[in-house]
Nanobody, 125 residues
């Protein structure tokens, strides 16, 4: 059974940093593209970043470009989201997700096949 488990939740002041991790099990990790999404209270789940199977291609939402970095370690079956210069508007539950297909749009929720349970990030002003 494919499973994703996020970690790294925390409360941080504006301008601070956090690193989220997402550990995967139950499938060939290196054969899947991965993404991070987030959902703030009362809002739709929105795309944050994505990374290709090899890690050679990355995508970012405009709102996080230059501040967040997605990476993966296929030997550890883990994908990371390094978040710097955090802002209060980054407060949300963050979800990692995987997709088998290499086609389609990285920012569309329906492209993803498996989701983690989410981890809370709170940024205070």
């Amino acid at each position: 059974q494919v499973q994703l488990v996020e970690s790294g939740a925390g409360l941080v002041q504006a301008g601070g940093s956090l690193r989220l991790s997402c550990a995967a099990s139950g499938y060939s990790f290196s054969s899947c593209a991965l993404g991070w999404f987030r959902q703030a209270p009362g809002k739709e789940r929105e795309p944050v970043a994505a990374i290709s199977r090899s890690g050679g291609i990355t995508y970012y939402a405009d709102s996080v470009k230059g501040r967040f970095t997605i990476s993966r370690d296929n030997a550890k079956n883990t994908v990371y989201l390094q978040m710097n210069s955090l802002k209060p508007e980054d407060t949300a539950v963050y979800y990692c997700a995987l997709r088998w297909s290499q086609m389609g749009n990285w920012y569309e929720k329906y492209e993803y096949d498996v989701w983690g349970q989410g981890t809370q990030v709170t940024v205070s002003s």
